[in-house]
Structures are given as C-alpha cells and as structure tokens.
C-alpha cells in the first residue's frame, strides 16, 4: 500500500485525492495547503490528516510519495524538499514558470535518484492514448504532419493571467508537450504568430489570447498548433496526424448523444464544457499510472525532462514572437 | 443508337428524357403528353418529335424502346400496346394500382417476349446500391434484421391522396421493393399497423399517413418498415440490416457539409428537401441501366414480376389493416 | 445521512455501493450475499458490516433504506419483508417474472406505505434522459412514431437462458419500460413476431433470440421495438422519435473518438462493449435519484408500477407470439 | 444567347463544354485545341465548330465570350487577343506562373474593359460557399482564426511537377485565394514552412510536396493553410473558421452514405478520389455565374485582382522559405 502526502488541496488537488481514494493500492496520509480548512475538509473525508507544514508530511517515513498540486511558484521548493526526503514526485504542470529554477529541480530530482512525474494529463486521454499506441505503432507510417487544436470556452480572469506566465507556458505547453510525445522526435524549428482579439486586458498584461505555432523536426516533418483563449461552443481538444498511410483524428467528445433534427438543421450537443468534464478519466488514469508504475518498480511515462523541454518550446515561441522570426531548437535531450 | 419514344412530359418525364440525352448509346425520337406545348417543349429541347398519340411513335418501326411517365391509370394500356409493337418497355412505378390489370400488362409483356424494366429507382441510388453489394457478398453473414425508415417531408395535397392508391400502394410500395431485394427472400407474414394523425383528410379519404409494418421470411429474417407522410426536417431514407457478422446502415445526405458550433449545440445541415434532389442520382442509374442492357443484350435488373410482389404486399399491408391481424403470403413467386 | 443494506453483492451489487460510497447523503451499512466471502469484501471496503440474513439488517432501526440486488426470485420475499420493516427500497428489474408474485409485493408495499423504486437505469443514461425531457417539453411536438433499438453484443449462456424468462421479459422489459416513459401514455394494442436465429440453445430452451414489437396507444402514436441478443460490433442501445416538429434521436457511445482514414475507408472505435460500460453514469446517477429523494422526501421517479406494466407488455407479447394476433391491452393503469 | 469559344478541348475543357451545354442561356459556337481530333470530338457532341486558330473565333463578332482552358503558359496570349477582341473572358486558373506577365494581361483587360473571371472553382463548391455566406453574414462575429486544409489524394507525376511552378503557384494557390476571400482582408505576414518527404523527385525539381503557412491580416486574424501532395483516403479539402460567437466548418463529402458496423470497428466511406468529383457541382455553378452574370449585366464575382493577389501570396511563401523568415505583404490591392 502505497502513502500519499498531498500538497494542495485545491480544484486539482481535490480530484488526485479521491482517484487516489479509489485505487486499491494507495491512500491518502496527508494533507496540507495554505487554507487549514480546505486541508481538513479533503483529509477527513478520506481518512487522511491534515498539517500545516509540508516539512510535517515529508519527515515521516511511512510516506511514500508527494503529489504536488500547489500554486505554481511553490512546486521546485516542494520537488526539492520532497526529492531530499526520497519521496516519490507527482507534480503538476508547469514544473515552473522560469527555466532556471526547472533545471535546479530537476538536477536535484536527479541527485535524490527519485521517480518524477510531470502531470501532462492529457496523454492519458482514452482517445488521445490510442491515438498514440496507433500513431507509433505504424498505422500511418512516417508521420508528414501533425495538427493540435487546443481552445479554452473563455478567457481566464485578468488576475489569473497576470500570474500565469503568458498563453504559450500556461496554456500551450500542454500542446507542445502533446507534439513532442507524438512526434517521436524533437522539434528543431519553430515559428510563432499571435494576436490578442479576445480581452483587451489580456494585451494589457503583456499576453496574447489567439496564436499559431509552426514547427519542424530533423526528420522533416511539420506540425501545426493553433490556440485560442475563448470557443463559446466549449473546450475544443483536437488532434490530427497525415502519414504515407493515411490519417489518425481524435475529436471532441460531446454531452450527450441527442440530435434533434428540426425545420431549419440538425443539432447535436456541444463538447463538454471544460479540462474537469473532458480529462475526468485522464486525471483518472494517471494517477492510476503513478500508482501502478511506483508499486510495480516500472518506469514512469513523463518525465522531468518532459517537463523541461515543453517549457523550452513555450520559450522558444515567446522569442519567435518578439523577434519575428522562426527560432532554431537544439534538438538534444 | 437506341430510339426513344416518351410517354408523358411532366416532372418524372423530364428527368428521363435529360438522362436519356446524356447518354451516350440513347436518344429521344418521340415525345407525348396529354398537353401538346409540354410534349413540344421537352421534344424541341433534345432534338424529338413531339406527337400526339402513342400509336403514332409505337407504328415507326425505328422506335426501339418506350418510357411510360403518364399518369398511373393509363400504363397498363401502353404496355400492352408497346409490347404487341415489340418494343422495350421502362415504365415508372407503380404498374397500376390493381393486382388484375398488372397481371393482363405481364401477361402481355410475357407473352411478345420485350425487356420490361419497373422503374424502382431507389435500388440505383449509389448508397443503397452499395448496401445491397455488400450485404448479398455477405459482408454481414446471415441477415436477421431488416429495417427500412422512409419519410416524405410533407403530406401531398388532398387531390394527390384521393387518387394514389393510398399509403401503402404509393408509397410504401417502394419500401416493399426494397425489403424485397434486400431480403433475398420473399415475405411470407405481414403486420401492419397505421394511424391518421398528420391531415384529417387523410383520414377522410380512408387513408393513414404514419404506418408501421413487420414481415417475416421463411428462414425467419425479420423486417421492419415505417412510413409518414410528413418528416419537417426534410426527406428521410435510410435502411439498416443486421447480420450474424455485424450490421450495414445506409443514412441521409445532406445539403452540405457546414457545421456550425455555437453557444448552445452543434448545427449541420439537413438532408436534401425530396426524392428530385435525393434520388438525381439514381435516375441517371437506372436510364444508363436500361439503355446499356437493352444495348448490351443483357437481362434488366428489375422484373415486371418486381412491380407485381411489391404489390401484392401493399395489398396484404391493406388487409392486416382491414382484419387487426397479420397476413400470410404465399412465397411463390 | 442515509443508512443503507445492500442484499446481493454480486455484479450490480457491488456497482450500487461504490455509488452509495461516492455520495455524501448515504452510507453502506449492511451487505448481505449468499456467499459469505463476497458479503465481506464489499462490506470492508466500504466500511460495513457483512451479515448473513437479511432479517438481521431489516432489524436495525437504524437502516433507512435496502437495496435489492439479489436473484430474482428473492426479489418478492426481500421486497415484502422490507416493506413491513419500513424501509425505502430500492429493487433491481425486475420485481419478478410472474405477474401474481408481483402484484403481492406492490400489495405490501401500498400497504406499508415505503417509498419504492424499480432500477430501470436507462431512464437516467444521460442521452436518454436529455432525449426524454427534449420529447416532453414538446420539442417535436405530438409524437408520432418511436422507434427503440436494443441489441445485446452476444447471447448469454443456456444457464442464464434457461431461468430469465425469455427474451421479452428478460431483455425487452427495458424497451417496453423505456416506450411507456418516452410515448407518455399507455399503449393498448401490441403485435410480436420473433425468431431464433443465433444460437439453437436458444430455441430449445422454448426462447427466441431476434424480435420485433409494433405497439399502439389511443391517441394513435405508433412504436417499433427490435432486439437482438447478438451485435458483434457491441452493446446497440439506440431511440429515435419523430413528431410534428421534428426528430429526436439518440445514439451510441463509442469507446474513444479516434478515427483513420485509409486507402480503403474511415475506421472509427465501437460502441462500448456493454451495459455496465454504457450506463455506468446511469447507475451512478440512479442511486444518486434514490438518495436525493429520500432525504429530500421527493416522490420517487419510477414506481412499482411502471415494474409491473413493463411486465405486462412482456406478457402481451408472449401472448402474440402463441396467438399469431395482436393483443389488446388494457390502458387502465 | 450567349455565344462562347472554348480554347482548350482536354479534361477541364471538356467539363466547361458540357456545362455550356446544359445552360439554357449560352451555346459552344467554336472549339480549339492542339489536337484537331479533340476540338472535333467536343465541337460534334455540342454542334459546335471545330477551328486551328483561335484567331478565327476571335474574329467571329458573333462570338460573345471565351473559355480559356489550354495550357498554362498560353492563358497570357489568348487573354491579351481576346481582350482585344473585345470578348468577355473565362480564365482557367492560374493566369500566368510568372506575376510580370499576369500584369501585362491585367492591363490589357483593363484597357479594353472587358469582363474577366478567373476559374477558382472552389469559390463555388456548395459546402464552401455556403461557408463563406454564414462567415461574412457574421455567424460568428469577427473571425479569428481560419484553417484551411488541402491534400491531394497522390502526387503527379515527374513531368506536371517540373512544368507546375512548384506546389505554391500550382496547388497552394487555391488555398491562398480561399484564404483572401474568406478572411475579407489581405495576409499582410505569412510564413512558410515546407518538406519534401514523399517522392524524392520532387525534391530534385527543386520542389517540396508538404507544406505550412501561416498568415496575418491587419486586424490580427490569424490564418493556416497546409498542404499534401499525399492523402492515401482521397482527396481531403476542408476549412474551419473560429470567430467570436462560434466555429465554422466544411468538411469532406464521402462517396456513400454506408457504415460497416463490425468486430473490429466502424468503417465508413472516404471522400471522393479527386477534384473532378468532388468539385463536379461546383464546375456547374462557375459556368452558370459566368453566364449569368454576362446576361444580366452583373459583375463577375472573381476578378483578375484575385488571380494576381493569389500569385504575389504564392510567391510570398517562396520568399519566406527561401530566407526562412515571415515576409511582410503589401495589403494594397
């Protein structure tokens, strides 16, 4: 059995708590966050114990792992705490905003030898999963070019843009690190575009809210990211992969599956409204991956540097942008 | 070359004489209607004759074939003239609303020996063409379950109902084809259930507008048919066979392919407003069919005994109605 | 908080206390099976006790509620030991396969005054239950045809052939129930036609396997039932309704949204292989209903009645298949 | 009754030849082509006359208009004599590889005042104009991002690549007026990314066969074109529009409506192989436009301005690729 420290326990904290809840082979120990109540009302409602301290959690021995699902600019002093106590690290993404500090996490992952899981949910997507197993098992062929639509149904409140590091490392990285995984290779150029036509406020901060990104790989192969802050018709997650035989698509799901044909057209149900709706079996499996990979001595599918090279890219499009040029990736690892 | 002669230059007239023109083995030699200027309008247009009795085109020993298109009640006369003139015979569907006058028309056709083609055209709709390949290839195996959903997108007017024979003669009967040949047997059980419940007079004329049948094969395949008169959405076509291996569906068209994703659903188009749209197609199928069998010496793919079993179903779909209870048919052909 | 005994830890069983777990309203507290073992491991994993009579549960002031997730032949005696002990009860479909037996449940529980609730869970599938508040907000307007699709991916063995009271009353039961719910009256005509088809076990065993259902009400709606106990392509659970304005249509799942395109055709995923796949949010979402009501003393939205009417159109259909006729039922509730 | 020439009597003539012939407001008066035996073989099937010299129709005052459907590199010369001529011009698409020469015959139109069409079918294809009505009647407020994805089903074949003027000029250029027209504002950047990854003798043309654009407008709209030379399922010709209010889409026809529901998956049909079917409609209503519009004394709905602005976009993503770096547009037309 498996012990779980978890730090945070906001939105996303609350869902790793109760797939951990659910999973025969771990439970929740403790519980902490910058709110007492919030620790208390998660940890008594899975028989775990609230603390004030993370330090609290990582001094007892019997924990095992950290999931680590506190605000962004706590996440490399917890991984460094955590990675010093030898507990295993489940952290959400971004590692961090400022590339910097990531590689001063990850040198100290690496030193403590520990296994590191960056949340990438989204690779455990049923549809985008299978999309993979498909893609890198062949059922294409050589991949010639990759298309991710990612849009968000609105625009974050100004106070959350103003801390989350812009469209391309809060929101994009998502999709580059998609690229990467499914690309099976580094990019090694790439050129951004983007506009701010949603929220003037979002100009103001210094953001943009609409953007394309083209990359390519050594091998050639090119691949499309397109994001927007706002589809009124829900969150739109789309992939697309054209090969010498043939294409993969992975496409929204929808509420339900009513149409209701009528005089004027035919109406189906829009996707579901949000990450919450969409990735509930995502954040599902992966902890369940976390789980299973640590109690069974197996490799975990996202690694640090997964997280690193992600924030690279989310750089490397910021340069694109302010430079007006494509800008050139190293592609070692 | 083949030479044409057409028996009634109205909507259905018109569509033939065009797939005829576009032909490259056929043309039109005679045109006849009942109104002179639309006899010479359709003749001017593609180089014809227009005259005004029949027997004048079936005396001219040039005519190789005739299309019968004129109302109903005058086909039975034409075939039997057209065959003792030894000449092949379309004539569009129904033969005629009475069992007797279609047995003394296939009498006569048998008897001079002339290709008879019923112009059933739903079988050379490409979909339900396809449909058919594959299910008799067995792509499904053992067909268990038919099901055939045929809806017209509004009630004709009550002159049309007063003198069509009613639902199952004139509409259903083409279901009643379909079932037939996608069968592959012959029915030999029929229930039919209706109700009057979109234009009183309907009723009045002792008709129904919303029918639902079940028949039976003697291997045991069951298939359902449903008919209204009335689908807002536009017309409605769409056949389903299960089989022992899986299930083949044939669906609607639609006008175009835009989707249009707002705030409250997911909009596409509806399918094609009638049969003139839906089945343009299919027409220019079955003309091309019966020029190049005639031509090519080969067997027409729908029989004048096509024309009759339709029929005699419609008929038992009348007298499951008229006793409340289901009806056996002999399966003899 | 609601204090819950669960009699049947099997399948269903365990299905029903992971979503009684899952609520904040309700807990388990007693699980009882024939198999001591199995009462245990549900009972500790969520927190209850494993007792092995019914009785000793029922005794339990405590306990509020019981659902019934045993064989259905206990249902009845389960059902009126509950109702004199005054528990809310919760029966899984259906009551029982003999109409008498059930009448003597409804009996007690009339007479005890319990609130109770029969697990049609299909009313609560998401789609089905957007499908039905659609068609009774009048989004279509009068109803007119209903068409209900129900076809299992495979036969069940002999075993089960042999004690689930056939086809009708095993399977078709959720189809009948489904048709009373969505068409809003009742229906007083039926006709049945069947075959044995898939597996000759089947037919031996005095069953059918592949069946067709046309019914009637006053207001002159008609409605199409077919089942099949064999899809390979996976569990086929699909309605369709037209009305004067329209129609409603609801569809499958498919497993993920994953689509290829090859050189031949466009492949994509299946439908969820089955029902505890396919109605999973359903069953959460039924003892979610069953909990609400009961601590909010809201009438509950399926009755002991709609159990034994959906037994009496099973009984009507056997009595069409025997008879050869339509039957004539009774639209008295 | 319009009075047309058509110089060019190979595949594309041919379909401008019969679509003349089906109009009731235009005849094929002449005939040309390189082959005598082609311009006689169109000229007898539409009573038309077969001539050597396109001088001699030209010279018929009889003549209204022209059709140029002859090789690319003779549209500039057959525009400047027909212009002189004073004959309204339909000019297959491209106007001319080289942009100096397009101006020439931009000017020569101009100077003699005559009405010029240049043939972008696409403009015309049901799905697509459909598309282009909604988005500009505002369906979903200010356009934000527009992709527009082109695949050919295989590429051509060594000597049509060394002719074509590279995928840009040759394929692309449908897209990039698609993209003009759409948008309803001139790219003012575009970036160009490209492969050769298919047949390496298109790379040895110095061309490439795989390719990424993106564009920006003066408003900020942002905008992706990509195109394949390979699309193993078909001819694949899609666009999507996000925009305030919501999302647009075109998406691709497919040959059937059938659906293979099977162990294994759900298979339906790919679109249609190629441009001939699937832009067969939209051929049909460019030859209506111009026709019409030439009778009615309207203007044409696409000028010469559009075939030149297309080419300077083309040429643009050649720059861009060449000095891997965004290029800046003139927004002047």
Same mark, same amino acid.
């Given at each position: 059995m498996l012990e779980i420290a978890l730090f945070g326990a906001g939105r996303i904290g609350q869902i790793h708590a109760a797939n951990v809840a659910r999973s025969e082979g771990a439970r929740l120990r403790y519980v902490t966050d910058v709110s007492p109540e919030a620790a208390q009302r998660v940890a008594s409602k899975y028989g775990a114990e609230a603390v004030a301290d993370p330090a609290a959690a990582l001094a007892d021995?019997?924990?095992d792992a950290v999931i680590i699902a506190s605000p962004t600019n706590t996440h490399v002093d917890l991984i460094i705490a955590a990675a010093r106590a030898k507990k295993a690290i489940f952290c959400e993404k971004? %590692?961090? $905003?400022d590339l910097l500090r990531v590689d001063i996490a990850i040198a100290e992952v690496n030193l403590s030898g520990v296994p590191f899981f960056v949340g990438?949910? !989204? !690779?455990?997507?049923p549809s985008f999963d299978r999309f993979a197993t498909e893609l890198h098992a062949g059922a %294409?062929?050589? $991949?010639?070019m990759l298309t991710i639509i990612s849009r968000d149904p609105g625009p974050p409140p100004r106070a959350y843009i103003e801390v989350s590091g812009g469209l391309f490392r809060d929101m994009m990285i998502h999709d580059l690190d998609m690229a990467r995984w499914l690309l099976g290779e580094e990019p090694i150029e790439l050129f951004a575009s983007a506009s701010c $036509? %949603?929220?003037?406020f979002i100009g103001q901060a210094g953001d943009v809210d609409t953007a394309m990104v083209t990359m390519k790989t050594a091998s050639g192969s090119l691949c499309h990211i397109q994001n927007s802050r706002r589809a009124v018709y829900g969150y739109d997650q789309r992939i697309e992969a054209l090969g010498e035989k043939g294409m993969l698509q992975a496409g929204n799901w929808r509420e339900t599956t009513v149409e209701r044909w009528t005089k004027t057209s035919v109406e189906s149900d829009k996707p579901p409204l949000f990450f919450l709706e969409r990735y509930e079996t995502a954040y599902r499996r992966e902890i369940a991956h976390f789980i299973d990979a640590l109690l069974g001595g197996k490799k975990l599918s996202v690694t640090a540097n997964d997280g690193r090279r992600a924030l690279v890219l989310a750089e490397a499009a910021l340069t694109s942008i302010a430079k007006k040029a494509p800008v050139i990736i190293s592609g070692e690892r």
């Open positions: 021995t019997a924990v971004p %590692i961090d $905003l990438f949910n !989204r !690779r455990f997507d %294409i062929g050589k $991949l010639e $036509l %949603i929220e003037p």
